[in-house]
Structures are given as structure tokens and as C-alpha cells.
């Protein structure tokens, strides 16, 4: 059983930065690419950062020059850092993960609960 658990929200205020992560545990083969979505009050979740098994990353505009993705792939870890956080990233950041469980020759996408972030003016 593979699971990922998101932590690291919470409330800061305006131009402050926090730093998610994303662990995931159980039996676990290999992970490919993880990405950071967001969901907004009363929007659809969208993409936020992704970083490949080769450490490439890619950001939505929104973000960039703001937000780090980053792997540790020694601890099955993603982190997002964020800083100069504004009003408008307030939302439920979730990882997900596409990993090969122990055993299996499929790669199989996962996600977290979420956690949540709220930006103050």
C-alpha cells in the first residue's frame, strides 16, 4: 500500500513563505514525476510545480521566481518552498505522485489529503 501525506500549510501573512511536503511511504519500486495542484475556493484544482526523476522542473506562471520544487529521493520526499506568498494562493495544495509499487511493472498515480494554505493581506 503506497501513500502519500501532505504537511507544511498553514496561515502566514502576506509576502511570508512556508514550505510544503510530500512524503510518501509503503512499498515502493521507484517514483517518477511529482506534482504540486492547488484548489482555490470555488475554482477547479490546477498545477502548480512538477519535478521529474531527473530533477527537472516546471512551474505554472503564476508561481515562478516564487516557489521551489524540490526532491529528496533518499527520504521518498517532495518539498514545495514558497515565498513572497500572496492572498490569491490561499488554497488546498495536494502532491501527487506517479510511483511503481514494489513488485509491479505499472506506474500508478497517487494522491494526497491535502493541506491547507491561507495567505493574509
Known amino acids: 500500500q503506497v501513500q502519500l501525506v501532505e504537511s507544511g500549510g498553514g496561515l502566514v501573512q502576506s509576502g511570508g513563505s512556508l514550505r510544503l511536503s510530500c512524503v510518501a511511504s509503503g512499498t515502493i519500486f521507484s517514483i517518477k514525476t511529482v506534482a504540486w495542484y492547488c484548489r482555490a475556493p470555488g475554482k477547479q484544482r490546477e498545477l502548480v510545480a512538477s519535478?521529474?526523476?531527473?530533477?527537472?522542473?516546471s512551474y505554472a506562471d503564476s508561481v515562478k521566481g516564487r516557489f521551489t520544487i524540490s526532491r529528496d529521493n533518499a527520504e521518498n520526499t517532495v518539498y514545495l518552498q514558497m515565498n513572497s506568498l500572496k492572498p490569491e494562493d490561499t488554497a488546498v495544495y495536494y502532491c501527487?505522485?506517479?510511483?511503481?509499487?514494489?513488485?509491479?511493472?505499472?506506474?500508478?498515480?497517487?494522491w494526497g489529503q491535502g493541506t491547507q494554505v491561507t495567505v493574509s493581506s
Open positions: 519535478i521529474s526523476s531527473d530533477g527537472s522542473t
Open positions: 501527487n505522485a506517479a510511483i511503481v509499487p514494489s513488485g509491479k511493472a505499472v506506474v500508478y498515480g497517487y
